[in-house]
Structures are given as structure tokens and as C-alpha cells.
């Protein structure tokens, strides 16, 4: 579950004032407006990057608005998708497991486990700087997934894809949601996308976030 109350971000003289919005538990909602609008500053702020005036965040049943960002359970998907190119998609997919310190057949079983999930396994030995477009999201995704966060945040994670490729990631997208029950908030401005993943719909308008129909969409 996310819940937003009343939530004050600043962004040099950008600001979003009072914005409450509530997630359940397992859904996979979609924030939608247009460049600029105020939509990456709402979920950084949600995942920790972004310093909240006022206002609370709770993600999973938890307080998390003072927490750091490692400490707050969350999965996040950066538009630029911040993979290291030296990297092998193995060590992408094991790197948040290293860190925190789990054991290493513990870290192999979930990496072959995600590797499964997201049709990852013919490529876990072959560095980022190869892939696909698709490739790399499906590793991105991984990653942010490997520690089995409560919550899942994805920044405009289809724009750079094209068509075909777009359309197989709704699949993806909607099957790892399902299968994972991870609780999601998909970044986008495209009304296609909202339509194909949306179950809650929210829009960032006038530096204001409101809750709409899908019916509602053009």
C-alpha cells in the first residue's frame, strides 16, 4: 500500500502542495500528466530522493517520510535506468542481495528465480552495454525487484522502447504484478499505456494530483 497525506515537495521554484493520494495494497496504479508537470518529483520524494516540506508517506504499513532511501522497502525504476555497463546482467540482478548481505546460494536462487520471471536466462552472463532496449528494462526491473520490495516505482519506464517492444512489456509488466503482488506506481504520459496497466488512475494537473476514471482517458 502507498498513501500520500497532504504532501508538500519543492523542486527549486517548482512546488506541489497538498497532495494526498492512496494506493492499495497489490494494485498497480498509474500517475499520468505532461513534461514537466510535476510527476518524477512526486515519486522521488515517495522513494526517498526528494526532501518533503511537510506531509506524510507510508508505504507497506509503515511511516517511511524521514526514512533514507534504503531503508524504505522500495523498488524504483529511474527513467535513464542508471545500469552500470561494465556490469553483467547477473550482477545486476544479484547487486541489491550483495549489499545487504545475504548469502551467496540464497543470492544465486533468487537471481535464477528472477532471471525465470522476467526471460532473463540466456542473457545473465552478457554485459549492459549489448542489450536491447527491452533487455535492459527487463534488467532494470530485476534489480529493483531482487530484494522483494513491498513497493515498486517506475518512471516513464516504456518511452524509449518502440511499439512492439512497448506492447510486450504491458505483458510483462501486468504478469510480474500478479505474480509478485508487489504494490506499483507506473510513471507515464502516454493514455495508451494507462489503459493497458492502470487498476487506479491519477493525474498531475496544475501542480495538483487528482484521482480519475479510466473512462475519462482520450
Known amino acids: 500500500m502507498i498513501e500520500v497525506e497532504n504532501l508538500h ?9 497538498d497532495v494526498s493520494i492512496a494506493i492499495p ?4 496504479a498509474v500517475l499520468m500528466g505532461r513534461t514537466g508537470s510535476g510527476k518524477t ?3 522521488e520524494a515517495i522513494c526517498g530522493l526528494r526532501h518533503v516540506v511537510s506531509g506524510r508517506i507510508r508505504a507497506a504499513g509503515r511511516d517511511i517520510t524521514d526514512l533514507k532511501p534504503g531503508e524504505r522497502g522500495i523498488g524504483f525504476v529511474p527513467q535513464d535506468l542508471a545500469l552500470f555497463p561494465t556490469l553483467t546482467v547477473r550482477r545486476h ?6 549489499i ?9 536462487e533468487r537471481v535464477e528465480e528472477l532471471a525465470s520471471l522476467l526471460g532473463l536466462p540466456h542473457i545473465l552472463d552478457r554485459n549492459i552495454a549489448g542489450l536491447s532496449g527491452g533487455e535492459a528494462q527487463r534488467v532494470a526491473l530485476g534489480r529493483a525487484l ?20 512497448r506492447q510486450d512489456m504491458h505483458e510483462l509488466l501486468r504478469d510480474v504484478q500478479r505474480r509478485t503482488g508487489v504494490t506499483t506506481l507506473h510513471v507515464t504520459h502516454s493514455s495508451a499505456e494507462a489503459r493497458a ?8 494537473e496544475n501542480l495538483a494530483v487528482r484521482e480519475t476514471a479510466l473512462q475519462e482517458l482520450s
Open 100 to 108: 545487504r548481505g545475504e548469502k551467496k546460494a540464497a543470492i544465486a
Open 41 to 43: 518529483t512526486l515519486l
Open 9 to 17: 515537495v519543492r523542486a527549486g521554484a517548482f512546488d506541489l502542495r
Open 146 to 165: 531482487a530484494f522483494r520490495p513491498g513497493v515498486l516505482l517506475l518512471d516513464e519506464p516504456l518511452s524509449a522502447l518502440d511499439e512492439a517492444t
Open 93 to 98: 540482478l544479484s547487486f541489491a542481495l550483495e
Open 197 to 204: 496497466l492502470a487498476q487506479k488512475l491519477f493525474v498531475v
Open 25 to 28: 495494497r497489490a494494485c498497480y
